[in-house]
């Protein structure tokens, strides 16, 4: 079983919806990351959190330590949005620094 | 700043060839590392490096090596190239690896095919 889990894999959606991604590990953490990869292949850091709630601009993450869960929101989504998302969460097992990331939610928002 | 730069973009190589992909950031960041991403599978890390002169191995590090001669580069080195090492290969970078958590910053990566 994968240590990093992300659902959906694939979604679609129209312009305008809201959107979730959701982010589930079974390892403990020091800290999650979401990060966006667009078409062109680059990546991006979008939230790093270890605690409750984070927001920039129409994005939102959310993290429940306890759960062991995190979920990333688009408001009002737009077709830049389209994307892949990755979560990816930093273990306290094996050597410090390193991710273990999940394997991505596709995301194509429709006009 | 010119952040995480990879070169290059591209590169087809011949089995058995051996290749140096190159990283270099400015941003005076400890903690390097390298990725590998394959179709239907999370990012992979292949080496790292927690400052000059210090490099550790990943996840996936067989054909590979690395050195850290300087805080600004981390180059990947193929020593023998194999058609199971078709992949995207990324390089990041971050502050520091210990303590605060610190954000991660990515290359725009490395296309490489092994025919």
């Known amino acids: 079983k994968n240590e990093v889990e992300q659902s959906p894999q694939n979604l679609t959606a129209q312009e305008g919806e809201f959107i979730t991604i959701n982010c589930s590990y079974s390892?403990?953490?020091?800290?999650l990351h979401w990060l966006q990869q667009h078409p062109g292949g680059g990546i991006v850091s979008l939230f790093m959190?270890?605690?409750g709630k984070k927001k920039h601009g129409r994005l939102i993450a959310t993290i429940n330590i306890q759960e062991k869960h995190s979920s990333l929101h688009i408001t009002a989504s737009h077709p830049r949005d389209s994307a892949v998302y990755i979560c990816?969460?930093?273990?306290?097992?094996?050597?410090?620094?390193?991710?273990?990331f999940g394997k991505g939610t596709k995301l194509s928002v429709k006009p | 700043n010119a952040g995480v730069t990879q070169t290059p973009k591209f590169q087809v190589l011949k089995t058995g060839q051996s290749m140096t992909l190159q990283c270099a950031q400015d941003m005076n960041h400890e903690y390097m590392s390298w990725y590998r991403q394959d179709p239907g599978m999370g990012l992979r890390l292949i080496h790292y490096s927690v400052g000059a002169g210090i490099t550790d191995q990943g996840e996936v590090p067989n054909g590979y090596n690395v050195s850290r001669s300087t805080t600004e580069d981390f180059p990947l080195r193929l020593l023998s190239a194999a058609p199971s090492q078709t992949s995207v290969y990324f390089c990041?970078?971050?502050?520091?690896?210990?303590?605060?958590?610190?954000?991660?910053?990515f290359g725009p990566g490395t296309r490489l095919t092994v025919t």
């Open positions: 959190l270890s605690s």
């Open positions: 990816a969460v930093r273990s306290y097992r094996g050597s410090q620094g390193n991710l273990i």
């Open positions: 390892v403990g953490i020091s800290a």
């Open positions: 990041a970078s971050s502050y520091s690896w210990v303590g605060t958590n610190y954000e991660q910053y």
